[in-house]
């Protein structure tokens, strides 16, 4: 069972919004959908869906995957989706286009460009506890509808679950519980919903 610390449990800032841009209005874009699963403060398991803004032509090329593939995303968190920042190289991203050199927010060039590689690769999805896994993958399409990323390495059902009802103490995927073991994997649920409904009481 993977352990994970860090900013990856934060709440994402889109919770609602179902179209995410991070830099508006700053060159052309496609229109990539991705389509997940995400355990909401009630306990219930939604199938999610939102439109990510990604720089023109990024779909021509970037490889097709089959799920379970990441092609694209480097990792799914609570909060949202990461993009590998390589992207914006093999696109030939002309980043400097970009660069304000505002000095009142950013210290350097270099400081500004990766403000902006992060903003390029980092994207706040709805939802409040993304769930990414063999049972419940997280996809990424581009405006073709081809996969281009996808992620089941991230928390299962039973680590969101598990997240929600110890108020966020727990943090463990229960990835490997359901590979290995789903008699096992089972219980557990059922046990972390028993928790979730005595909490509600």
Known sequence: MK???GDHFR??????????????DRFPVQEW????????????LTTTS?????????GEVTPDVSIGQHGIIEHTRRWGVTLRGGYVQALDFD??????HDRSRFASDDAEAL??????????????????????PFLLFDPEG????????WFTHAGALAYL???????ISFDLVWEKDKELYNKVMQWLNEELERKKR
């Not at 994402?12 to 179209?19: A, D, E, L, N």
């Not at 403000?115 to 419940?136: K, N, Q, R, W, Y």
Request: glycine share 6%; proline share 5%.
């Open 3 to 5: 352990r994970h610390t």
């Open 11 to 24: 709440e994402s800032q889109h919770r609602t919004s179902s179209v995410v841009e991070n830099l508006p």
């Open 33 to 44: 959908r991705a389509f997940y699963w995400s355990l909401e403060p009630d306990g219930n």
């Open 50 to 58: 939102a439109v990510i803004h990604l720089p023109q032509g990024l």
């Open 95 to 100: 980043l400097d286009a970009l660069l304000t």
């Open 115 to 136: 403000h902006l590689i992060t903003l390029l690769t980092h994207f706040d999805l709805p939802g409040f506890f993304i769930v990414a896994s063999d049972e419940h």
């Open 146 to 153: 081809n996969l281009k990323g996808s992620d089941t390495r």
């Open 165 to 171: 009802v110890s108020d966020g103490d727990i943090k």
